[in-house]
């Protein structure tokens, strides 16, 4: 079908009765002749074709945003790498105010029947070596031993490891980390996490790093929570859970 409407055929004039407005000249008839034209009836059919294409593509656009419906929050903790052998290496100010916050979620989490996961780390050359005291969480530590337990060799605790399958098992869709260290194994599972489509959260206060200068940027530019939020968004879910 020919091309209609094409722009360099109006030809848009002052209306005489409206000086402000314009009248429209298509191929030097007034517009209103030539929409009762054969010509006009083209355009119009056109037209209507293109508002019906608009309404489709516009109700298709908005349907998604209809119908979607956000997933329940189903947390789980993961405390990762407070191992002897590592604690003497952090700061000592987040170490003092992070082991006694991890035990604070270890107990909220155990009391609402909630996951909890425990990671280790151990490098194959270089340590520490399963089954010996540096290798383990310090006594204080409120961890239990029917509590999952992951060992890693990556700072990522999912590369090569059952971590995603655990937490997919027990249906798990959004982590709280917590543990060290801030700038290494706690950042690249955080990440890790995103990239496996988990909403992951580091907990304010039970996060260690090398500085606490250095704990606090990656507190910063990742997404966190501090306790009285962390306990807003778990009774949220526990209520959810039980309607």
């Keep these: 079908?020919?091309?209609?409407?094409?722009?360099?055929?109006l030809d848009f004039q002052p209306c005489p009765r409206y000086p402000h407005s314009?009248?429209?000249?298509?191929?030097?008839?007034?517009?209103?002749?030539?929409l009762n034209s054969e010509r006009g009836r083209?355009?119009?059919?056109?037209?209507?074709?293109?508002?019906?294409?608009?309404?489709?593509?516009?109700?298709?656009?908005?349907?998604?945003?209809?119908?979607?419906?956000?997933?329940?929050?189903?947390?789980?903790?993961?405390?990762?790498?407070?191992?002897?052998?590592?604690?003497?290496?952090?700061?000592?100010s987040d170490v003092k105010a992070a082991l006694p916050a991890i035990n604070e979620c270890l107990n909220f989490f155990r009391s609402n029947g909630l996951p909890i996961i425990r990671v280790y780390h151990t490098d194959p050359a270089e340590g520490p070596k399963p089954g010996t005291k540096e290798f383990e969480y310090p006594n204080t530590a409120a961890v239990k031993p029917g509590d999952p337990k992951v060992i890693k060799n990556y700072p990522n605790g999912f590369k090569?490891?059952?971590?995603?399958k655990i937490l997919k098992d027990k249906g798990c869709n959004t982590l709280f980390l917590c543990g060290l260290s801030a700038t290494g194994c706690v950042?690249?599972?955080?990440?890790?996490?995103?990239?496996?489509?988990?909403?992951?959260?580091?907990?304010?206060?039970?996060?260690?790093?090398?500085?606490?200068?250095q704990t606090k940027a990656v507190l910063d530019i990742?997404?966190?929570?501090?306790?009285?939020?962390?306990?807003?968004?778990?009774?949220a879910a526990l209520y959810e859970a039980k309607k």
């Design 22 to 34: 314009v009248r429209g000249m298509v191929d030097g008839r007034p517009w209103a002749a030539t």
């Design 160 to 164: 090569k490891t059952d971590l995603d």
């Design 1 to 9: 079908m020919e091309a209609i409407g094409a722009a360099e055929e």
């Design 187 to 213: 950042l690249a599972t955080y990440h890790g996490a995103l990239d496996l489509d988990y909403d992951a959260f580091l907990i304010r206060g039970a996060v260690i790093g090398p500085e606490a200068s």
């Design 42 to 92: 083209e355009m119009k059919r056109a037209l209507g074709i293109s508002l019906v294409v608009l309404i489709v593509l516009s109700a298709a656009a908005q349907a998604p945003a209809q119908t979607q419906k956000l997933a329940p929050l189903k947390p789980a903790l993961v405390v990762i790498d407070i191992q002897n052998a590592f604690l003497p290496d952090m700061s000592e």
């Design 222 to 235: 990742c997404q966190s929570v501090d306790g009285a939020s962390l306990l807003v968004m778990i009774k």
